[in-house]
């Protein structure tokens, strides 16, 4: 199965993870990013946006497809399965907020882009979704080793 200019897919894939995260803003609109590495921010930010739009979006891509029917499957119910988990563990996350919930979001977003990368080999993606989970993963521990200081 080959794309044209547009992945739907991914596309739906980023739009049904964006959802948690729109409504934990909504509801946690006090909440401020404590991680002070700017260089890390900044990773994490370009890692996201540019993930989200080369979910749908196959630029530097010369076939934008599965190899087989196979990675076709592959794609679908893995990321399924990951939008299933990390509902989950938002839907849990939102009652209970702790560092390891954190950080399950964060490795199960990072792994849906990855894993859509090198099902598509878009290595475009791939590559920003190992500079996102780098940024995204140090930032979230950042966060609550901060939290828990201002607590403690």
Not at 27 to 34: A, I, R, S, T, Y
Request: charged share 15%.
């Amino acid at each position: 199965m080959e794309f044209g200019w547009i992945n739907a897919f991914g596309a739906i894939i980023v739009v049904i993870m964006i959802i948690p995260d729109i409504v934990y803003a909504i509801m946690n609109k006090d909440e401020k990013n404590l991680c002070t590495n700017v260089f890390m921010n900044v990773i994490r930010q370009v890692g996201r946006y540019a993930c989200i739009v080369l979910m749908w979006l196959p630029l530097l891509v010369w076939k934008f497809g599965f190899g087989s029917v196979t990675e076709m499957m592959l794609y679908l119910a893995g990321n399924a399965s990951l939008l299933l988990a990390y509902w989950v563990a938002y839907a849990v996350y939102m009652k209970h907020k702790s560092r390891e919930l954190a950080l399950t979001l964060a490795i199960i977003q990072t792994v849906i882009f990855l894993l859509s990368g090198l099902l598509l080999r878009h290595w475009l993606l791939v590559g920003f979704a190992v500079l996102f989970g780098i940024g995204h993963i140090y930032v979230t521990m950042k966060n609550w080793e901060k939290k828990g200081n201002e607590h403690g």
